[in-house]
């Protein structure tokens, strides 16, 4: 259970390890940065980084290690330092005496080599196990960097980009081709390699083999390269991304550009579980809440995105864990039976379990898959014709019970999607809350709630309930939970790192839902004629 006097349990870890996610490489560096006690003049001398305002093209000098003394922010981002980002000087504010060591500091670890970056595990522990404190201090280090990022521009050093599109549709499979033929063309300042989805690799509408052939035909027209052997650098240069492969090695990819709608921004979200690479979206969908960029401009917004850089946004996620109710004790009773789930079930309690005096037995429940979820957490009744018996639990108390279809327990970002749909309330996703809505209710009192987003939810099936009830998360891995089941719905630390338009992103979103929802739609009330004297 979550409590503020609980201990972080012990992990024995694996050994110490490093990643190339740009997110967490900051999360880790804003850590360490918080809790630095001394000025970046007391750093030690091969990694002290100006932060002085200049230009990008004409860096100020810098005092690193031997090879890159005096060489400027440029030299954090040679090919032998591994950078995977850079932050524009400009697009942060300078550290004067009045308290801004701390952000100095945090930019200063920000920008260092991967090398020089220490990372915790993540892994290792999930977000529903973290105290109250640990949760609070994670859901703020968060908000925090998010905050700092909106205000930066980040210019990314882009080798392997990721193309996810709508598979299915086949009015984006020509725009999929044009794109990639665009990113593998010669007049390129990187050779990009480009990951497209393997169901792409035999599409007769995208063509390999032309796209190869015509691409080459470039290079030879820019007397680079020879046909064969621009036909064999395009070839290793054209790759196949596969669901296990986004999964196993997110890492590989530095930066995502989507093709779609919201759907497929959703898509991304649910591949890419852990690490998330930065995410451009074109908008080729309906509604487009979470798609920002207009598909003709993508020549020029894309151009922009690797030479000038672009400013990210952090989508809060949900980590939802399904728990498993266990067996309490063998039976001489036929396995499998009736009669022996009515026994191991009768006299079980769940809130007893979960809050009472029961809840320091850990062998009452099992976890049974953990999901990142960036819309939404639904539970509901499935394919049963009763209404959902549901019990909700936040933290160390019992909130209420609940009789109705479902719950649906939906972040910022999916407000405007199914908690929308069920009466809940629209919220602006910069805002660190957690939604919490029934789904047609039988009740004229349950109104939706907002919560903070350090609570651990918990929403499960009692064991007297009638009948089962299903979760579903971001749409997907739809999950039965029987009696004694429940779901854990916490803030996850594995943000989602979204590419936003130049502007303000509060305007943008107030435009958003007026323009595609209609929302306070209405003529205009006429005024008062007077009497003519």
């Known amino acids: 259970m979550v409590s503020a006097d609980n201990k972080l349990p012990l992990i024995r870890r694996s050994g110490r390890r490093r990643t190339e996610c740009l997110v967490h490489q900051f999360l880790d560096s804003q850590r360490r940065a918080r809790d630095a006690t001394s000025s970046v003049a007391g750093s030690e001398p091969d990694s002290e980084i100006s ?43 300078p550290a004067d005496d009045g308290g ?13 080599s991967l090398s020089e970056v220490e990372l915790n595990n993540y892994d290792d522990l999930h977000s529903r196990l973290l105290t109250k404190k640990q949760l609070s201090e994670m859901a703020w280090g968060v908000r925090e960097l998010s905050r700092r990022l909106s205000s930066m521009r980040i210019r990314f050093r882009v080798k392997t980009i990721f193309l996810l599109t709508k ?51 470039d290079y030879i027209t820019s007397g680079e390269l020879g046909l064969e052997e621009a ?27 989507s093709l779609g709608g919201d759907g497929t921004v959703l898509y ?10 930065p995410v451009l979206s074109f908008a080729l969908g309906s509604l487009g809440f979470l798609t920002k960029f207009d598909f003709e401009d993508y020549q020029k917004t894309l151009t922009s995105a690797f030479t000038k850089g672009v400013t990210v946004s952090l989508r809060l996620r949900f980590e939802g864990t399904v728990m498993r109710s266990q067996r309490r004790k063998r039976l001489e009773i036929e396995p499998g039976s009736s009669e022996e789930e009515e026994a191991l079930l009768q006299g079980r309690d769940l809130v007893e ?4 005096e029961e809840r320091e037995d850990e062998h009452t429940h099992r976890p049974d898959g953990t999901f990142e979820i960036l819309n939404e957490v639904v539970v509901d009744r499935g394919p049963s014709a009763s209404l959902s018996n549901l019990e909700i639990f936040g933290d160390d108390e019992h909130f209420t019970s609940v009789l109705a279809d479902g719950i649906c327990v939906s ?28 789904i047609c209710a039988h009740t004229l009192s349950f109104r939706p709630i907002i919560l903070p987003d350090t609570i651990v939810l918990r929403v499960g099936v009692p064991y007297e ?6 979760a579903s998360f971001d749409g997907r891995e739809r999950v039965e939970l029987k009696p004694g089941d429940y779901v854990t719905i916490s803030a996850s630390r594995f943000p989602f790192a979204s590419v936003q338009a130049e502007g303000r992103r509060s305007e943008d979103w107030v435009n958003s839902i007026s323009g595609k929802l209609g929302w306070n739609k209405r003529q205009k009330q006429k005024m008062y004629k007077e009497w003519e004297k």
């Open 167 to 217: 598979i299915y549709d086949q009015d984006l499979i020509p725009k999929t081709r044009e794109l990639t033929r665009w990113l593998l063309h010669p007049d390129r300042e990187f050779k990009y390699t480009v990951y497209v989805q393997d169901k792409l690799k035999h599409n007769k509408k995208f063509d390999v083999n032309g796209l190869i052939e015509e691409t080459a035909k």
């Open 100 to 112: 801004q060591t701390d952000q100095q500091a945090w930019t200063q670890q920000m920008t260092k």
């Open 231 to 257: 036909k064999t650098d395009l070839s290793a240069r054209l790759r196949y991304w596969s669901e296990d492969m986004c999964r196993k090695r997110p890492h590989t990819f530095d930066f995502v550009i």
């Open 51 to 93: 932060l002085s305002p200049t230009p990008f093209t004409s860096p100020p000098s810098t005092t690193v290690d031997g090879d890159c003394k005096d060489k400027g922010l440029d030299a954090l981002i040679s090919p032998d330092r591994k950078h995977r980002a850079i932050v524009d000087p400009y697009s942060i504010e």
């Open 268 to 277: 991304a979200s649910w591949l890419f579980q852990r690490i998330v690479p």
């Open 353 to 356: 379990e979960l809050i009472g």
């Open 465 to 470: 309930a009638r009948t089962a009830a299903w």
């Open 411 to 438: 972040t910022p970002t999916g407000s405007t999607a199914y908690n929308l749909a069920a009466g809940g309330s629209l919220c602006h996703p910069e805002n660190p809350v957690m939604l919490v809505t029934a």
